[in-house]
């Protein structure tokens, strides 16, 4: 089936820690997004590429590395640097450019231990 | 002022009745606009999106339109205790193309 796979759907980062939340897409789709959500708020863009080997800052990019070495995949990682990490983060990709609406994956969820 | 806004409710509605969500945006050069539902620890799915002034309907669901008034809304008829979720109000800016998501409406449908 087509789909847009995060995983994994828990993660527990340590002090000092860097983690990497992986998210794959098998939709052929050329545009992917990374996205924060805290409690009671709405969905917040980290990074997003549009197409292989690019991609650009969002809004709070701050703490957070991408790569987009295959059309498939858009790794996410959350460094030290970043003090707050414990959010949702949710992947998400679109075909094309223009108007078409982006899909989501199921989301992983971090947190501090 | 906030890009995308919308009520947070909760919106309590009792079962079969319409449920009438609202979001308004800033940037008058927004092109499309979304609906998502999003249940508590899930993420969000698509509902509906509209592109022209005016309404798409889709089955319960219709999407509402104006871009004079920079609103768009989202009606559910017939309303379920299935359909209790946040809904997420985004709108793709005009300029940046970057979608800019509302904090989302909490509905309550009531048995």
């Known amino acids: 089936d087509g789909g847009i796979t995060q995983s994994p759907k828990y993660l527990f980062r340590k002090e000092g820690q860097n983690v990497t939340l992986s998210c794959e897409q098998n939709?052929?789709?050329?545009?992917m997004y990374w996205y924060r959500q805290d409690p009671g708020q709405g969905l917040r863009l980290i990074y997003y590429?549009?197409?292989?080997?690019?991609?650009q800052k969002g809004d709070i990019a701050e703490g957070y590395s991408v790569s987009r070495e295959k059309k498939e995949s858009f790794p996410l990682t959350v460094t030290s640097a970043q003090k707050n990490p414990t959010a949702f983060y949710l992947c998400?990709?679109?075909?094309?450019?223009?108007?078409?609406?982006?899909?989501f994956g199921d989301g992983t969820r971090l947190s501090i231990l | 002022q906030k890009e995308v806004e919308q009520n947070s409710g909760p919106l309590s509605v009792p079962e079969g009745a319409i449920a009438s969500l609202n979001c308004t945006y800033s940037?008058?050069?927004?092109?499309?606009f979304f609906w998502y539902r999003q249940y508590s620890g899930k993420s969000p799915e698509l509902i509906m999106f509209?592109?022209?002034?005016g309404d798409k309907e889709d089955g319960r669901f219709t999407a509402q339109l104006n871009k004079a008034s920079q609103y768009v809304s989202l009606l559910i008829r017939d309303s379920q205790p299935s359909d209790s979720a946040t809904y997420l109000c985004?709108?793709?800016?005009?300029?940046?193309?970057?979608?800019?998501f509302g904090t989302g409406t909490l509905l309550a449908v009531q048995p």
């Open positions: 998400a990709s679109v075909r094309g450019g223009g108007d078409q609406p982006q899909h």
């Open positions: 939709l052929n789709h050329d545009a």
């Open positions: 590429s549009q197409i292989v080997n690019d991609f």
């Open positions: 940037d008058r050069g927004s092109q499309s």
């Open positions: 509209i592109y022209s002034n």
């Open positions: 985004a709108v793709r800016g005009g300029a940046t193309n970057k979608l800019i």
